[in-house]
T-cell receptor, first 115, second 113 residues
Framework: DGGITQSPKYLFRKEGQNVTLSCEQN?????MYWYRQDPGQGLRLIYY???????QKGDIAEGYSVSREKKESFPLTVTSAQKNPTAFYLC??????????????FGSGTRLTVV | ELKVEQNPLFLSMQEGKNYTIYCNYS?????LYWYRQDPGKSLESLFV?????AVKQEGRLMASLDTKARLSTLHITAAVHDLSATYFC?????????????FGTGTRLTIIP
């Protein structure tokens, strides 16, 4: 079955560490996205990518970095510059073409905690 | 900057009652989405509304879109406990190409037996 896989499900980061969250999709979707969700809050866009080797900053990109070397993969690195990284991170993909309104398919999320 | 506002933020209602969640957005868009999130889980797509006047129904949930008023509603009919969840609306602000959704703050719905 096609879908999006995020790993790990839970991740603990020490102060000053960089950590990388994995997101892989086998839906053949062109676009991929990373969102951050804080408790009781909505989703805020961190980065998005519409094609391989290209990505754009979202609303809260500071302290994060991404790469898109393969269509299937869009890893997110939370760097030590991100001062408050504890949150639930959601990866999503889209078939594209907003005219047809496919919407997003979401992964199951990674819960990151600073210890 | 596109802003998407939902109200109420919290809703506690008894089983069997009807209620409506509202989603207002600040810029022109013809594409609006509704998602459901259970505690600690990911988001599940409920409805995609692609034009003014669009109405979609699934079970006890019905969503509608008024692009002129920049308003979407999610109506719950005869609520049951299984509908307890957080509901998000999202608006696509991309004029063409890949979608780029801005999400509302969510409405946490609790159905009381």
């Amino acid at each position: 079955d096609g879908g999006i896989t995020q790993s790990p499900k839970y991740l603990f980061r020490k102060e000053g560490q960089n950590v990388t969250l994995s997101c892989e999709q086998n839906l053949n979707h062109d676009a991929m996205y990373w969102y951050r969700q804080d408790p009781g809050q909505g989703l805020r866009l961190i980065y998005y990518s519409q094609i391989v080797n290209d990505f754009q900053k979202g609303d809260i990109a500071e302290g994060y970095s991404v790469s898109r070397e393969k269509k299937e993969s869009f890893p997110l690195t939370v760097t030590s510059a991100q001062k408050n990284p504890t949150a639930f991170y959601l990866c999503a993909s889209s078939k594209g073409d907003g005219e047809l309104g496919y919407g997003y398919t979401f992964g199951s999320g990674t819960r990151l905690t600073v210890v | 900057e596109l802003k998407v506002e939902q109200n109420p933020l919290f809703l506690s209602m008894q089983e069997g009652k009807n209620y409506t969640i509202y989603c207002n957005y600040s810029t022109t868009s013809d594409r609006l989405y509704w998602y459901r999130q259970d505690p600690g889980k990911s988001l599940e797509s409920l409805f995609v509304l692609l034009s003014n006047g669009a109405v979609k129904q699934e079970g006890r949930l019905m969503a509608s879109l008024d692009t002129k008023a920049r308003l979407s509603t999610l109506h719950i009919t005869a609520a049951v406990h299984d509908l307890s969840a957080t509901y998000f609306c999202a608006v696509d602000k991309a004029n063409f190409g890949n979608e780029k959704l801005t999400f509302g703050t969510g409405t946490r719905l609790t159905i009381i037996p």
